[in-house]
């Protein structure tokens, strides 16, 4: 049960207020920084945090919208996905070769979807006219623009950065509730959903905030990495 002082309308808006303004603005600031700093940075090191703020950002408004109805599976799987956003920036401003490696994995995982693409082609009795042509597509990309000279789909797992930063056990069970509520389990689908409309309303909650806490934290994963700008040289 919810404690008496509990007050879900005002945790609800607070994180309205946080994802609607205060989130958005900080990420706007700190891109503006990087975008001055494109002079004297390696450009994949400042297009990777782009690419991670927009992220965020966009899983931000995602979650926020979710608070304008009830939509307690949406709500888990945004904040599961902040999760995993804190966990990746988090280890990327750890190093720059953690970075590196997650912005060479982006070749890594769509070699992954190809090989996966191939498979339900498989499964359908179809044959993948685009597998082969776009595996070697990738091929040429981390050739050309990364440098490697082999690409696989052995990238990174969620999992093993949370373990390499010392978040595997948060990782681990914050991930695996919000799953449980995120996915169609029986639980959710047979339990859960048909609880009270107060019940349902206080665990959305819950969960939002939950978001509003990794998004916190992937906003100062990315103030460290551009604080690592700042003290180039």
Same mark, same amino acid.
Request: proline residues 2%; aromatic residues 8%; glycine residues 6%.
């Given at each position: 049960?919810?404690?008496?002082?509990?007050?879900? !309308?005002?945790?609800? !808006?607070?994180?309205?207020?946080?994802?609607?303004?205060?989130?958005?603005?900080?990420?706007?600031?700190?891109?503006?920084?990087?975008?001055?700093?494109?002079?004297?940075? !390696?450009?994949?090191?400042?297009?990777?945090?782009?690419?991670?703020?927009?992220?965020?950002?966009? &899983?931000?408004?995602?979650?926020?919208?979710?608070?304008?109805?009830?939509?307690?599976?949406?709500?888990?799987?945004?904040?599961?996905?902040?999760?995993?956003?804190?966990?990746?920036?988090?280890?990327?401003?750890?190093?720059?070769?953690?970075?590196?490696?997650?912005?060479?994995?982006?070749?890594?995982?769509?070699?992954?979807?190809?090989?996966v693409h191939s498979k339900m082609c498989e499964v359908a009795g179809v044959?993948?006219?685009?597998?082969?042509?776009?595996? !070697?597509?990738?091929?040429?990309?981390?050739?050309?623009?990364?440098?490697?000279?082999?690409?696989?789909?052995?990238?990174?797992? &969620?999992?093993?950065?949370?373990?390499?930063?010392?978040?595997?056990?948060?990782?681990?069970?914050?991930?695996?509730?919000?799953?449980?509520?995120?996915?169609?389990?029986?639980?959710?689908?047979?339990?859960?959903?048909?609880?009270?409309?107060?019940?349902?309303?206080?665990?959305?909650?819950?969960?939002?905030?939950?978001?509003?806490?990794?998004?916190?934290?992937?906003?100062?994963?990315?103030?460290?990495?551009?604080?690592?700008?700042?003290?180039?040289?």
């Amino acid at each position: 049960m919810m404690p008496a002082e509990y007050d879900v !309308e005002r945790e609800i !808006e607070f994180s309205r207020q946080q994802f609607r303004t205060t989130i958005p603005n900080r990420l706007n600031e700190l891109l503006e920084k990087v975008d001055h700093s494109r002079g004297y940075v !390696e450009g994949w090191y400042a297009d990777l945090i782009l690419k991670i703020s927009l992220s965020i950002g966009r &899983v931000c408004n995602d979650l926020f919208k979710t608070t304008e109805q009830d939509a307690l599976p949406a709500a888990a799987w945004n904040a599961r996905n902040l999760l995993e956003l804190w966990v990746w920036t988090k280890y990327c401003s750890t190093s720059r070769d953690n970075a590196r490696r997650f912005h060479e994995d982006a070749v890594r995982d769509m070699m992954g979807i190809a090989a996966v693409h191939s498979k339900m082609c498989e499964v359908a009795g179809v044959h993948d006219e685009l597998g082969a042509v776009g595996q !070697e597509k990738l091929r040429k990309i981390a050739a050309d623009q990364l440098g490697l000279a082999t690409i696989d789909a052995n990238y990174t797992r &969620v999992a093993e950065a949370a373990r390499s930063l010392g978040l595997e056990s948060l990782y681990v069970a914050h991930n695996q509730f919000l799953s449980k509520l995120a996915h169609p389990t029986a639980g959710l689908v047979v339990g859960i959903m048909h609880q009270s409309d107060d019940s349902l309303h206080g665990l959305q909650a819950g969960c939002t905030t939950m978001g509003l806490y990794y998004a916190g934290q992937c906003v100062m994963a990315i103030e460290e990495m551009v604080s690592a700008i700042s003290r180039q040289p």
